[in-house]
């Protein structure tokens, strides 16, 4: 059984940082392609970034483009989301995910396994 847990989260000002990670408790991580996700309240959840199995391939949400990068350290099972120039509508919570093979999607319906989240709050 493969888990999933994010760290990172937290309140922020708009402009500010912050890193979020996730760590996979998973045999052969290095062989899925891994995403992150967002929900805030009242809204369905929705794609943020996603990063293939050797971290050449990435993509992003237009929304976050050019402020989030999302990345991994395959010797360590581990992801990171580095949120710069956050903004109020950045706000969520944040969950990461292990995709059903290598390929990167952006389909939340196409990720097998899901961590809890971690609580984003970015306030104006």
């Known amino acids: 059984q493969v888990q999933l847990a994010e760290s990172g989260g937290g309140l922020a000002q708009a402009g500010a940082s912050l890193r979020l990670s996730c760590e996979s408790s998973?045999?052969?991580?290095?062989?899925?392609?891994m995403g992150w996700f967002r929900q805030a309240p009242g809204k369905e959840r929705e794609f943020v970034a996603t990063?293939?199995?050797?971290?050449?391939?990435?993509f992003y949400a237009d929304s976050v483009k050019g402020r989030f990068t999302i990345s991994r350290d395959n010797a360590k099972n581990t992801m990171s989301l580095q949120m710069n120039s956050l903004e109020p509508e950045d706000t969520g919570v944040y969950y990461c995910?292990?995709?059903?093979?290598?390929?990167?999607?952006?389909?939340?319906?196409?990720?097998?396994?899901w961590g809890q989240g971690t609580q984003v709050t970015v306030s104006s």
């Open positions: 995910a292990r995709g059903r093979d290598y390929t990167p999607r952006r389909w939340a319906y196409e990720y097998e396994y």
């Open positions: 998973g045999r052969d991580f290095s062989n899925y392609a």
């Open positions: 990063i293939s199995t050797t971290g050449l391939s990435t």
